[in-house]
């Protein structure tokens, strides 16, 4: 007789590094956890592109700083009272900062009575000892939208930091930093994340099933923040394809219809990206900040969303406020640059790299009679336009440029 199998233990669970949620990151884990280990730099700047996972890493850095297990190698062990209030949001020596209100910033703050959320507010924060006796650690979300007084102020607690704090910047594009900032802190670059990955960060949150991760996981282009916010917003999904099948039509229209569809689709962007948008704000621990995830833009207030859905009912664009047109514009540069760079893929027989594969018919359509290396070369347009809405260049005036620079296919013209 078969003696009865023995039950085979739970699996013990994850610490260290190996209990990050960062994930496609592996190198720039490995350097992050190694300049706080060894206690090189008192303060971190993770560069990479919007929705990487840069904010992610921050709080993988955090934890492993705030908890208490022991050995240090075994941190975080997302165990600990500490651990679990990391990850819950709460935990009163980690303070977050965003960029917010309506020109998306970071701001300075008062002098004599310095709101939550701002560099004065912080600091006035950090004066006083840690909470729970430890490490306190700060997060500082598109530091890219730090203003120079802003960074100016920061600087002095960059150069002389109290006892225990590390101070991690998370930065889109880290040339907009005075290089004062720069040169203070330990430098760490992110890159785009593999599409395997992304299915595996959109199915580890219950995101998406597997086909609709695997469609994301390849329009996110590298950015798993994005994938995971188009997972909470189909919507959006729909809209973006709708546009780009939009942008090809215009391949083959005249001058004033270009001029005015491209006003119809600065609309139907600033619906789709106000889907995005988060609908509610969370306190992060007693900072009082507010919280956000690196895949979300600055949030967009109840009167702003409701212009934004009146614009994508006819009316006009300029009800719409300034910094909600610039996001509307943003999010039309990208699926912009996404089509432009899926049709520069076709024309070249690439089809397997395409992001979006649900308006392939119309890419292989319209890649008929487009003058070669057409495509390539409006991606530096884009790029271009991509800086002068961060310059606060009309994007009334940065759309119409495109939409008239966008190529004319032969049978057309």
């Not at 607690?157 to 991690?168: Q, S, Y």
């Not at 599409?195 to 996981?217: K, N, Y």
């Not at 024309?347 to 979006?356: A, H, M, P, Y």
């Amino acid at each position: 007789m078969r003696p009865a199998s023995r039950p085979r233990p739970d699996p013990a669970p994850e610490t260290g590094v190996n209990a990050a949620r960062t994930r496609g990151q592996p190198a720039a884990l490995a350097v992050a956890a190694a300049i706080v280990d060894e206690g090189r730099s008192h303060a971190l700047l993770l560069v990479g592109p919007g929705g990487v996972g840069k904010t992610t890493l921050a709080l993988d850095i955090a934890a492993r700083l705030l908890c208490t297990a022991e050995p240090v190698a075994a941190r975080p062990c997302r165990a600990c009272r500490a651990c679990r209030m990391v990850d819950s949001g709460n935990h009163p020596d980690l303070h977050r900062l965003a960029p917010d209100g309506p020109g998306g910033q970071i701001r300075i703050g008062e002098r004599s009575n310095p709101d939550p959320g701002t560099i004065r507010g912080l600091t006035s924060s950090l004066a006083l000892l840690p909470v729970e006796g430890g490490a306190r650690v700060v997060i500082l979300e598109g530091a890219h939208r730090l203003n120079d007084d802003a960074q100016s102020a920061l600087l002095k607690t960059l150069e002389e930091p109290p006892a225990g704090v590390t101070i991690i910047l998370c930065a889109d594009d880290e040339e907009r930093l005075l290089p004062t900032v720069r040169s203070r802190c330990a430098r760490v670059r992110l890159g785009p994340v593999g599409v395997r990955d992304i299915e595996t960060i959109l199915g580890e949150a219950g995101a998406a099933d597997p086909p609709s991760a695997a469609r994301l996981g390849r329009l996110a282009g590298g950015r798993p923040g994005i994938a995971l916010a188009y997972a909470a917003a189909p919507e959006a999904v729909t809209g973006r394809a709708q546009i780009g099948r939009t942008l090809l039509d215009l391949l083959d229209a005249p001058r004033a219809r270009r001029l005015t569809v491209v006003r119809q689709l600065l609309a139907e962007a600033a619906t789709a990206a106000a889907l995005l948008s988060p609908s509610a704000t969370a306190t992060a621990g007693r900072s009082g900040t507010r919280r956000r995830t690196a895949a979300e833009p600055p949030q967009a207030t109840a009167d702003e969303t409701a212009e934004v859905e009146a614009a994508a009912d006819g009316a006009a664009a300029r009800k719409i406020p300034a910094a909600e047109r610039r996001r509307a514009a943003a999010f039309l540069v990208d699926v912009w640059r996404a089509v432009a760079r899926d049709l520069a893929l076709v024309q070249l027989g690439d089809v397997g790299l395409v992001r979006d594969i649900s308006i392939l018919d119309d890419l292989s359509a319209a890649a008929r009679g487009l003058p070669a290396g057409a495509s390539a070369t409006f991606l530096e347009r884009l790029t271009r336009a991509g800086e002068l809405l961060e310059s606060n260049v009309s994007a009334e005036l940065i759309a119409d440029g495109l939409v008239l620079a966008w190529p004319r296919r032969r049978s057309a013209a």
